[in-house]
Structures are given as structure tokens and as C-alpha cells.
Nanobody, 115 residues
Framework: QVQLVESGGGLVQPGGSLRLACVMSGLSTDEAFMSWYRQPPGKEREWVARILNIETSTTYSDSVKGRFTISKDNAGTVLLQMNSLKPEDTAVYYC?????????WGQGTQVTVSS
């Protein structure tokens, strides 16, 4: 059984930083394509960033490019470093794993950017 658990969300002022973490069990993050998505209030879920498996190649949406960084630590935890946060980054952030046509999701973590 594959499970993903996100952590690290919270309330931050504009211009601040947060680091989200995603821990996956039942599957190695080296075997899956790992992504972060977000769902702003009243809007649809949107893709934010992706890191490929062993190659660790990364891609980002235009809205976060240059501000967010996706990475994996030695334990396989998938991280999302978010800098220069803006109010429009407010959303529930979800970790996603794609493995052989199957999608796995975490429960999400709330990020609120407000003064």
C-alpha cells in the first residue's frame, strides 16, 4: 500500500519562505515520478513542480520558476523549498507519485501567504 504524507505548511508573510516535505511509504521515490501540485481556494488543482526518478531532472510551472525548488534528500523525502512567497501561492499543496500509470496522492498541507 502506497502512502504519501506531506508536512511543512503554515502561515507566512509575503516574501517569506517555507519548506514542504513529502514522505512516501510502500514505494521508493527513486522508482516514481514525484510532483507537487496545489489547489488555490475556489480553483482547480494545478501542477507546480516535478522531479524524475533516478535522473533527478526537475521542471517547474511558469508561476513558480525561479522561486521554488524541488529536490530529494538522502532518505528519499521529496522537498519543495518555496522562497519569495506571494499571496497567490496560497493553496493546499499535494504530493503526487506516478508509477506505471497509477497516481498516488497525499492528504495535502495548507500554505497561507498573508500579512
Amino acid at each position: 500500500q502506497v502512502q504519501l504524507v506531506e508536512s511543512g505548511g503554515g502561515l507566512v508573510q509575503p516574501g517569506g519562505s517555507l519548506r514542504l516535505a513529502c514522505v512516501m511509504s510502500g514505494l521508493s521515490t527513486d522508482e516514481a515520478f514525484m510532483s507537487w501540485y496545489r489547489q488555490p481556494p475556489g480553483k482547480e488543482r494545478e501542477w507546480v513542480a516535478r522531479i524524475l526518478n533516478i535522473e533527478t531532472s526537475t521542471t517547474y510551472s511558469d508561476s513558480v520558476k525561479g522561486r521554488f525548488t524541488i529536490s530529494k534528500d538522502n532518505a528519499g523525502t521529496v522537498l519543495l523549498q518555496m522562497n519569495s512567497l506571494k499571496p497567490e501561492d496560497t493553496a493546499v499543496y499535494y504530493c503526487n507519485a506516478k508509477y506505471w500509470g497509477s497516481d498516488y496522492w497525499g492528504q495535502g498541507t495548507q500554505v497561507t501567504v498573508s500579512s
